[in-house]
């Protein structure tokens, strides 16, 4: 038999979307080649990278979920029986009904999960069929990005304000802040967009803990930095600059809140500028080069030195990451790059930026599938929903809680689709484990999964998606949306696998909302919706209808570079105000000012030492996210586990302290509990610091010691004050030999 080529694509939550083709011979697929259209830098193939690549390793993986299962022995020991669709759609729908009864709908919770993004896939089916049934607990805020969804739209009015990356050539510097887009792509041709800025001259300075891919293959300098201390380094960047006059004066006097006491809303109390903060006058600290060289470990001379060459080059970009702010007080990151971005005078101009991270996506999402509104009016930060479970009925705004006073009830019923973040990717397993495992708390648990993962081990009842390889659907790629790929089905549904889609259709039927939930629709025009929802925003060059789009595989739009964030407010700023309190950039916040928590959420971003675990764990503790896999999807993949092999990373100096050889198997602990891996020891990390990349499977063996590695046995469940984000690169540990064990 010939081969036949499919055009389908990988849009698993890695913020990529890449080409691939699928090469079926007697209906397998045998090879998977990439994206070969003309390649231009005004529209780059959207090639795939490994994991991609590697894809047939995943698909057809013996351990791949073929058929419905329930529940046998006590919860979360992962002793499954294989049962019918029938007895378990069944189950399900029972469950749902009889849950909601007895406790409302809010006590149903879809958990946070980005395994399945596209079109038809994850979690927008089933929050259409629950809000057809009268709604469930919704989250907000997500594990990525918490603190810059919260603070960024208090300080500048809106989250949209990326520069597209036609406009990086036009920047003399780039600060890449905790950012490592080499590794975490942050849209498929990032890292390539960034080396055409630099082929343009653009000079690029990447500050990060680790000698990163990116460092590596684009920087002109690595600045090491330690973890937590980052707007230590802002607010003594901003001591030089004020001090040396090179801030940008009549910017801040037109477009801020706050910067000096001259510009402080009626009311507050003198001292309480972000200026005063700078210089000690309120608490007698001037947040000199000097004061923050220990802090930062970055000596004081090259913070002087940075900071006037920031000034120097205007226009300057700071992007930064969202690392920095998935950490103990991430808050104040995200306001202090804004402030630094402020300071000087950088936002709104071609070659800028906001100092806010991410992208403004160039198509709003697009519509095909819609969950609908949901009656039930409350929503808990994504990262709290342990406590929810555990303490559901306490909870008060001051938790994050929103829409209403209280909830009716603790969370009872979870449906878990496309996510392991019911243990795995959520901090502290053995906590969530021992919440999971008691059926008087969460009282049914359905798992929608590709693999056993190790929260699907948690689940009564599971039930096996198909891939987007056995099912047709669409995707658009993040962060500026400028492209549709069409994932086409290139094999028959594995075993007894379904589309997420169909498994939501058939519970809507036995549930009685099966006509209102397809709406007349088959899945293919859902698609059709979908891809119109883009026709109709007239992108040049004009989208085609769904058909041509799958033959032609992938459409991309040209990039609209006129596109300036904030260009018209920094023009005229009294014509076009921001949608803050005061119109102008927040510097000082007003929401913060009358949350009123000064110590932990201050008003104006200030540099806040993070609690440490005392001596017994001296280790700064980070889990990125790398080549290896995307989040814990691709784990069970062992191309990627020879070419990226899981370990720890550890800095000579402290591997010599402890006696520590690389290659070593080691084990990492804290008071949370101990994990056993193989040690690297490398000075791509700087000292003082570990690294565990997160997404490896817990694996706890009968005495609960983790014997793969999954870094979040060891961070916490401790939110952000103010967002209520995720903290989980707030970690400390040691490590230790096991010989001495
Ligand atoms: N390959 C791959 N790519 C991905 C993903 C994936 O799982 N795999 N996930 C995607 C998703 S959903 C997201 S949200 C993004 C995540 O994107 P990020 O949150 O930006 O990614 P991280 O890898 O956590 O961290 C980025 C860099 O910040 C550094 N860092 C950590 N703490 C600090 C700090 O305190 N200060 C400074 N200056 N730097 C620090 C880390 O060493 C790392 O190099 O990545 C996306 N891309
Ligand atoms: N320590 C630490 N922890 C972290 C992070 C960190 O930086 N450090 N990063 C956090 C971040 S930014 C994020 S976004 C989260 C990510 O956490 P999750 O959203 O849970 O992502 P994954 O771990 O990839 O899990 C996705 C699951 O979806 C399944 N899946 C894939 N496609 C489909 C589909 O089409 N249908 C169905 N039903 N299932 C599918 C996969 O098999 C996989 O089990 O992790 C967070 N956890
Ligand atoms: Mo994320």
Known sequence: MPRAQINTGCAHNCNGSCVLIAHVQDSRIVQFTTDERPDSPADPQLRACLRGRAYRRRLYHPDRLMYPLRRVGPRGKGHFERITWDEALDAVAGELRRVIAAYGNAAVYLQYGSGGLAQLMGATPVARLLNLLGGYLEWYGTYSAACVEAAVPITLGTRVCGHPPTDWPNSKLILLWGHNPAETTFGTNTPYLLRLARQAGTRIIVIDPRYTPTAIALADEWLPIRPGTDVALISALAYVLITEGLHDQPFLDRCCLGFDQAHL?????????????????????????????????????????????????????????????????????????????????NIGLPGGSSGAPGAAP????????????????????????????????????????????????????????????????????????????????????????????????????????????????????EPWGHALVALNQAIAPLGECRSDYAICADLADRLGVGEAYRAGHTEADWLRDAVRSVQARAPRPACPDYETLREQGVYTAQWEPSVIPFADFRADPEAHPLNTPSGKIE???????????????????????????GPRYPLQLLGPHTFRRTHSTLEEVDWLEEAFPH?????????????????????????????????????????????????????????????????????SQQATPWANGSAQHSAWVEVGRLVDW
Not at 268 to 293: F, H, I, M, Q
Not at 587 to 610: C, H, K, N
Request: hydrophobic fraction near 40%.
């Open 265 to 345: 809303p009626p009311g507050v109390p003198a001292g309480s500028s972000y200026r005063a903060y700078v210089l000690g006058e309120c608490d007698g600290v001037p947040k000199t080069p000097a004061w923050a060289a220990p802090i930062t470990r970055i000596p004081a001379e090259r913070i002087a030195r940075l900071a006037r060459e920031i000034a120097a080059a205007k226009p300057m970009a700071l992007l930064p990451g969202y690392a920095p702010q998935r950490r103990a007080y991430g808050e104040q990151f995200v306001r202090a790059c804004i402030a630094l971005a402020a300071l000087t005078g």
């Open 362 to 477: 160039q198509f709003t999402p697009l519509a095909g599938l819609e969950a609908g509104p949901n009656p039930v009016p409350y929503r808990i930060p994504a990262f709290r929903w342990t406590d929810a479970v555990e303490r559901g009925t306490e909870l008060t705004s001051r938790d994050g809680l929103r829409g209403g006073e209280r909830l009716p009830s603790d969370i009872k019923f979870i449906y878990n689709v496309a996510s392991n973040t019911l243990i795995n990717q959520h901090a502290d397993c053995h906590r969530t484990a021992r919440l999971l495992r008691d059926p008087a708390r969460v009282e049914f648990i359905v798992v929608q999964d590709q693999f056993l993962t190790p929260s699907a081990r948690f689940a009564d009842v599971i039930l096996p998606a198909v891939t987007w390889l056995e099912m047709s659907t669409v995707y658009q790629l």
């Open 587 to 613: 510097i000082f916040s007003t929401v913060l000012w009358e949350w009123g928590d000064p110590a932990r959420v201050p008003a104006v971003p200030q540099y806040i030492p993070e609690p440490d675990d």
């Open 647 to 715: 370990h720890v990373a550890l800095n000579p100096a402290d591997a010599a302290e402890r006696g520590i050889a690389d290659g070593e198997t080691v084990r990492v602990f804290n008071s949370r509990g101990v994990i056993v891996l193989p040690c690297r020891v490398t000075p791509l990390v700087m000292p003082g610091v570990v690294v565990v990349p997160q997404g490896a499977w817990w694996t706890p063996d009968e005495t609960g010691i983790d014997r793969r590695g999954c870094v979040n046995v060891l961070t």
